[in-house]
């Protein structure tokens, strides 16, 4: 079973700092890509950065300078550091990983696609 599992939402003040981290669970030999997207009230899903494999990252305009991605391949894992946030940075937060490859000892080796973590939320206060 491979999972993405998302910590470090909270509530916060403008102006203040948190570090979300994603840690995906069992076999995993590799993770391509991986992104960071969330969703305010009342708004669509969007991404707001994404981290290749090989460490190459993209940000959403809203939150260049602000954010950081970064992750450890060793780790399996992803994070998100965010600085001088602001109520509209208020939102439920996703880990996402658009190819997980991992091994089962009942089906071998096997890829799967799109995998989203459950979500925390961030609260920015003004």
């Known amino acids: 079973q491979v999972q993405l599992v998302e910590s470090g939402g909270g509530l916060v003040q403008a102006g203040g700092s948190l570090r979300l981290s994603c840690e995906a669970s069992g076999s995993i030999l590799n993770i391509n890509t991986m992104g960071w997207y969330r969703q305010g009230p009342g708004k669509q899903r969007e991404l707001v950065a994404s981290i290749t494999s090989g460490g190459s990252s993209n940000y959403e305009d809203s939150v260049k300078g602000r954010f950081t991605i970064s992750r450890d391949n060793t780790k399996k894992a992803a994070y998100l550091q965010m600085n001088s946030l602001k109520p509209e940075d208020t939102a439920v937060y996703y880990c996402?990983?658009?190819?997980?490859?991992?091994?089962?000892?009942?089906?071998?080796?096997?890829?799967?696609?799109?995998?989203w973590g459950q979500g925390t939320q961030v609260t920015v206060s003004s």
């Open positions: 996402n990983a658009d190819w997980i490859l991992f091994t089962d000892p009942h089906i071998g080796t096997k890829r799967i696609y799109d995998v």
